[in-house]
């Protein structure tokens, strides 16, 4: 069965650091870009990075995150994380990691498959 399964949410200071970590399974992540999108309460589902497949020598981040995150992946170990330091209140929501094959890392739809999401709460 295929999983994605995000860890590493939890609740920081502003300014604080984590890392988030996406874990999968039951497929090749060498084969997927994977993507990480966050949602807000009553906000919709955002792209937030994005890293291409095989080697991930193309990365995407959004304009509110770039400086401040880095998205990459270990293929052996079958993870992708995403490195997020200097946060902010504005970065509280819920983190999703998922995975393409062929996406515009910006693109929902381009997605086949989504893990469950962890929470990220950032207080000032």
């Known amino acids: 069965q295929v999983q994605l399964v995000e860890s590493g949410g939890g609740s920081v200071q502003a300014g604080g650091s984590l890392r988030l970590s996406c874990a999968a399974s039951a497929f090749t992540l060498d084969d997927y870009a994977i993507g990480w999108f966050r949602q807000a309460p009553g906000k919709e589902r955002e792209a937030v990075s994005c890293i291409s497949s095989d080697d991930g020598s193309s990365t995407y981040y959004a304009d509110s995150v770039s400086g401040r995150f880095a998205i990459s992946r270990d293929n052996a170990k079958k993870t992708v994380y995403l490195q997020m330091t200097n946060l902010k209140p504005e970065d509280t929501a819920v983190y999703y990691c998922?995975?393409?094959?062929?996406?515009?890392?910006?693109?929902?739809?381009?997605?086949?498959?989504w893990g469950q999401g962890t929470q990220v709460t950032v207080s000032s």
């Open positions: 998922a995975a393409g094959r062929t996406v515009e890392a910006t693109i929902l739809l381009d997605y086949e498959y």
